[in-house]
Protein backbone atom coordinates (compact mmCIF):
# COMPACT_ATOMS: atom_id res chain seq x y z
CA UNK A 1 0.00 0.00 0.00
CA UNK A 2 1.80 3.03 -1.55
CA UNK A 3 -0.75 5.54 0.45
CA UNK A 4 -4.43 5.12 2.28
CA UNK A 5 -6.58 7.95 1.69
CA UNK A 6 -9.11 8.47 4.52
CA UNK A 7 -12.37 9.94 3.89
CA UNK A 8 -14.56 11.19 6.85
CA UNK A 9 -18.06 11.60 7.26
CA UNK A 10 -18.72 12.18 11.33
CA UNK A 11 -20.79 9.20 12.93
CA UNK A 12 -20.81 7.58 16.52
CA UNK A 13 -16.81 7.22 16.48
CA UNK A 14 -15.75 10.90 16.28
CA UNK A 15 -19.45 12.17 18.77
CA UNK A 16 -18.21 13.93 22.34
CA UNK A 17 -20.24 15.09 25.00
CA UNK A 18 -21.59 18.40 23.85
CA UNK A 19 -22.53 19.77 27.35
CA UNK A 20 -24.02 18.31 31.03
CA UNK A 21 -27.22 17.31 29.13
CA UNK A 22 -25.09 14.47 27.76
CA UNK A 23 -26.16 15.66 24.28
CA UNK A 24 -23.70 14.03 21.35
CA UNK A 25 -22.13 15.92 18.70
CA UNK A 26 -20.02 15.28 15.94
CA UNK A 27 -16.53 16.89 16.39
CA UNK A 28 -13.00 16.29 14.68
CA UNK A 29 -12.19 13.04 13.00
CA UNK A 30 -10.56 10.81 15.40
CA UNK A 31 -9.00 8.41 12.61
CA UNK A 32 -5.70 10.46 12.32
CA UNK A 33 -4.76 11.32 15.98
CA UNK A 34 -5.33 7.43 16.16
CA UNK A 35 -2.67 6.22 13.64
CA UNK A 36 -0.42 8.89 13.86
CA UNK A 37 -0.58 7.30 18.32
CA UNK A 38 -0.51 3.72 16.86
CA UNK A 39 2.75 4.26 14.91
CA UNK A 40 1.48 3.02 11.43
CA UNK A 41 4.41 2.25 8.54
CA UNK A 42 2.32 3.65 6.21
CA UNK A 43 1.51 6.91 4.74
CA UNK A 44 -2.16 8.42 4.50
CA UNK A 45 -4.24 11.61 4.05
CA UNK A 46 -7.29 12.06 5.79
CA UNK A 47 -10.09 14.17 3.97
CA UNK A 48 -12.62 15.11 5.79
CA UNK A 49 -16.13 16.28 4.54
CA UNK A 50 -18.90 15.30 6.50
CA UNK A 51 -19.33 15.60 10.41
CA UNK A 52 -23.04 13.83 10.41
CA UNK A 53 -24.66 11.43 12.50
CA UNK A 54 -25.07 9.24 9.99
CA UNK A 55 -29.15 8.98 10.41
CA UNK A 56 -28.48 12.50 8.47
CA UNK A 57 -26.70 11.56 5.68
CA UNK A 58 -28.56 11.80 2.38
CA UNK A 59 -27.90 11.01 -1.28
CA UNK A 60 -26.24 14.04 -1.62
CA UNK A 61 -23.81 13.49 1.03
CA UNK A 62 -23.50 9.96 -0.88
CA UNK A 63 -22.96 11.73 -3.92
CA UNK A 64 -20.30 13.90 -2.71
CA UNK A 65 -18.78 11.04 -0.71
CA UNK A 66 -18.66 8.95 -4.15
CA UNK A 67 -17.37 12.05 -6.12
CA UNK A 68 -14.58 12.93 -3.26
CA UNK A 69 -13.13 9.40 -3.95
CA UNK A 70 -13.36 9.11 -7.68
CA UNK A 71 -11.22 11.97 -7.99
CA UNK A 72 -7.96 10.76 -6.05
CA UNK A 73 -5.24 8.30 -7.72
CA UNK A 74 -5.30 6.39 -4.17
CA UNK A 75 -6.25 2.92 -4.72
CA UNK A 76 -6.43 1.96 -1.11
CA UNK A 77 -9.54 4.00 0.65
CA UNK A 78 -10.62 3.63 4.46
CA UNK A 79 -14.20 5.81 5.20
CA UNK A 80 -15.10 6.79 8.63
CA UNK A 81 -19.09 6.58 9.11
CA UNK A 82 -22.02 6.08 11.23
CA UNK A 83 -23.19 2.91 11.36
CA UNK A 84 -26.76 3.38 11.44
CA UNK A 85 -26.68 3.91 7.11
CA UNK A 86 -23.05 2.51 6.52
CA UNK A 87 -24.76 -0.10 4.33
CA UNK A 88 -26.46 2.45 2.10
CA UNK A 89 -23.39 4.32 1.82
CA UNK A 90 -21.40 1.35 1.01
CA UNK A 91 -23.56 0.37 -2.44
CA UNK A 92 -23.23 3.79 -3.50
CA UNK A 93 -19.75 3.56 -3.46
CA UNK A 94 -19.90 0.00 -5.10
CA UNK A 95 -19.79 1.42 -8.64
CA UNK A 96 -16.61 2.62 -8.34
CA UNK A 97 -14.12 0.31 -10.23
CA UNK A 98 -10.60 -0.35 -9.18
CA UNK A 99 -9.84 0.62 -6.08
CA UNK A 100 -10.48 -1.28 -2.69
CA UNK A 101 -12.67 0.81 -0.26
CA UNK A 102 -13.43 -0.27 3.07
CA UNK A 103 -16.00 1.51 5.68
CA UNK A 104 -15.37 1.73 9.51
CA UNK A 105 -16.94 3.31 12.39
CA UNK A 106 -17.71 2.70 16.01
CA UNK A 107 -20.55 1.32 18.53
CA UNK A 108 -18.88 4.06 21.09
CA UNK A 109 -17.01 7.46 20.35
CA UNK A 110 -13.67 6.73 20.00
CA UNK A 111 -12.48 9.55 23.21
CA UNK A 112 -14.51 7.15 25.00
CA UNK A 113 -12.48 4.32 27.51
CA UNK A 114 -13.45 0.54 26.17
CA UNK A 115 -14.30 2.55 22.78
CA UNK A 116 -14.57 -0.48 19.69
CA UNK A 117 -13.02 2.62 17.35
CA UNK A 118 -9.19 1.53 17.64
CA UNK A 119 -10.21 -2.54 16.81
CA UNK A 120 -12.18 -1.55 14.13
CA UNK A 121 -9.96 0.75 12.31
CA UNK A 122 -7.04 -1.69 12.70
CA UNK A 123 -9.29 -4.39 11.13
CA UNK A 124 -10.28 -2.01 8.31
CA UNK A 125 -6.32 -0.90 7.86
CA UNK A 126 -5.60 -4.51 7.74
CA UNK A 127 -8.78 -5.46 4.83
CA UNK A 128 -8.08 -2.56 2.85
CA UNK A 129 -4.35 -3.74 2.66
CA UNK A 130 -4.84 -7.69 1.22
CA UNK A 131 -8.46 -7.53 -0.48
CA UNK A 132 -9.22 -7.18 -4.09
CA UNK A 133 -10.60 -4.07 -5.28
CA UNK A 134 -14.38 -3.64 -4.18
CA UNK A 135 -16.40 -2.20 -1.16
CA UNK A 136 -16.26 -4.00 1.97
CA UNK A 137 -17.64 -3.13 5.55
CA UNK A 138 -15.07 -3.92 8.96
CA UNK A 139 -17.11 -3.94 11.89
CA UNK A 140 -17.49 -6.30 14.80
CA UNK A 141 -14.27 -8.23 14.05
CA UNK A 142 -15.12 -9.08 10.71
CA UNK A 143 -14.89 -8.21 7.03
CA UNK A 144 -18.44 -7.76 5.35
CA UNK A 145 -20.05 -7.28 2.03
CA UNK A 146 -22.40 -4.48 2.11
CA UNK A 147 -24.81 -6.61 0.07
CA UNK A 148 -25.71 -8.93 2.75
CA UNK A 149 -24.71 -7.49 5.46
CA UNK A 150 -27.52 -5.26 8.49
CA UNK A 151 -26.85 -3.60 11.53
CA UNK A 152 -29.02 -5.02 14.08
CA UNK A 153 -29.96 -2.06 16.53
CA UNK A 154 -31.37 -4.12 18.86
CA UNK A 155 -27.95 -5.90 19.74
CA UNK A 156 -26.37 -2.84 18.80
CA UNK A 157 -23.73 -5.27 15.96
CA UNK A 158 -23.49 -6.29 12.19
CA UNK A 159 -24.94 -9.42 11.12
CA UNK A 160 -25.64 -11.54 8.07
CA UNK A 161 -28.29 -9.76 6.45
CA UNK A 162 -31.03 -12.58 5.28
Given amino acids: MDN ?3 VTTGGTIDKVYFDDKSDFQ ?3 PQIGRIL ?19 L ?3 A ?19 VTHGTDS ?13 KTIVLTGALNPARFRGSDAEFNIGCAVGAVQSLPPGVYIAMNGRIWDPAKVR ?5 NRFEAAG
Fill in 151 to 155: KNVDA
Fill in 26 to 28: VGE
Fill in 4 to 6: LLI
Fill in 60 to 78: ADRALVRATIEAQDTRHVL
Fill in 86 to 98: MVETARVLAAIAG
Fill in 56 to 58: HID
Fill in 36 to 54: EELGVAFRFSVIPILRKDS
